[in-house]
């Protein structure tokens, strides 16, 4: 007895000095000031309170980049010559937060798998693309400045880290589903009360909150609006695959309603179509066909719950032509696929250059994109695209592309395996695959893996899907002699 509580003394000691040490660290990089002093043992105590807790951990890398704050909406110092945001920062002491709290507890069980293997390769090859576009004569800072959303990658580490049993997943779904249902009420207001209020803390990016020119329409894209995306998937699932008790299926549904409503003001078409197919390759793929009934529930809630609500409001300005025009190719093709054909176009041309190891970050492959400063028409550069895999390809080569293919085919696969077992738990493998096959399908049209709070939901169903694989089917695949024991 004594021994033990002495070791478990040793490691709280060890927790706490290391802790205070990295938060010191991180104050004084974050400050380089006279608040330094302030700073510091604020950051070191919030670290400390992070790494007690998985949830925590998890609750500041959601609430710092996929909530009611955009994750870019406040800098906070200096580094150097960049500034970091509270959502880069949120991350990474949420990250270190998690890495202490792993070191702390020995007991924390973790397995390496695929995806951590492909997310390590995928993070090489963003540090390679520095080489390249040092190699094409990109200054290091703008290189920087070019890919500094990649820093949210590091969520997929402390996911990890911080989801290791079952009652942690579940209070994931939890806080999850809170926050969305929190979201989408948010998103309603800011839809009646328009530009004049803001229910959303964006910064200088109103872009994400601004009318349309049809009938004066809200458009509202929230910092939520992937993470209601992957909720609704995760909801969906929790009905078709039969989530266990009643209020855990009333739960669902209201969270359901909630992220159909945030996507519906977004405006955002390809997200009806990413969660349909997501829903449809799963259910084939699972071969669960009595399922098929309970997603005719889950459409018709959404159809009951998201879009009647809103007819009242919306149907006079336009916003169901809109969600209808999907249909309407010829529409598309002269509006807004006419964008991303133009950008696919100089991104093939410039991948034909160098079609192995790309050009690198801030490299220019030829779009421009026009503004309008104090009466002048600026055309400056267009560093990003759409089309998320031409963006790897020509960003971090052929290299980075394979390992994002590989890392999302990875996730879809571990979650159809478990929602075949039939377990109770295989609600949360179907909704990983839908989720996962929904964001790989948006990600032709969508910027899913340039934005930080798009690239924290994605790390965060990654995450859930190798530890929900581990923990079901990795367990029967090491108990069968001559399998691989870590996949």
Partial sequence: MGAVMGGQMRSRWFMFATTFLL?????????????????????????????????????????????????????????????????????????????LSTISRPRKRLRLGTNDLLIALLMLTIIFGFVRAQYFGV??????????????????????????????????????????????????????AGESA????????????????????MRVRPPSLTLSYVASCFAASALAFGVKG??????????????????????????????????????????????????????????????????AYFSGVGWFSRILSIGDYASLASGTLADRFYENGLALAAIQASPVLGIGWGVDYGARYVTSVEGFVVSDPRLWI??????????????????????????????????????????IGAGAAVALIALASSALVGMYFSYGESIVPLCLVLGVAQFVWHEYVGVRVAEVPGELHAV
């Fill in 23 to 99: 938060a010191l660290m991180v104050g004084v990089a974050i400050a380089r000031g006279p608040m330094v002093i302030a700073l510091a043992p604020i950051a070191a105590i919030v670290t400390v309170a992070l790494a007690m807790s998985d949830v925590a951990v998890l609750s500041v890398i959601l609430l710092s980049t996929s909530f009611l704050v955009h994750p870019y909406a406040f800098r906070i110092g200096e580094l150097g010559s960049v500034s970091p945001s509270i959502g880069e920062v949120g991350v990474v002491v949420a990250t270190a937060a998690a890495v």
């Fill in 139 to 192: 200054n290091l800072r703008y290189a920087v400045l070019a890919a500094r959303s990649n820093v949210f990658f590091m969520a997929y580490f402390a996911v990890r880290l911080s989801v290791t049993d079952r009652t942690t997943v579940l209070r994931l779904a939890r806080l999850v589903g809170g926050l969305v249902i929190i979201a989408s009420v948010a998103s309603v207001g800011q839809a009646y």
């Fill in 198 to 217: 803001r229910f959303f803390l964006v910064g200088n990016l109103p872009e994400f909150l601004r009318s349309e020119t049809a009938g004066q329409l």
């Fill in 246 to 311: 009643g209020r855990s299926r009333t739960f669902a549904a209201i969270v359901l309603c909630a992220g159909m409503a945030t996507i519906a003001l977004s405006l955002n078409r390809n997200m009806f179509l990413g969660l349909g197919a997501g829903l449809l390759l799963t259910l084939a793929s699972t071969r669960d066909w009595r399922a098929t009934t309970r997603v005719v529930s889950s459409l018709g809630a959404i159809l009951i719950g998201a879009v009647a609500p809103l007819w």
């Fill in 386 to 427: 759409h089309n998320q895999y031409l963006g790897l390809w020509l960003r971090i080569g052929l290299l980075g592309l394979l390992s994002m293919l590989l890392l999302l085919a990875s996730g879809v696969r571990q979650g159809v395996d478990v929602a075949r077992l039939r377990c109770q738990d295989s609600w």
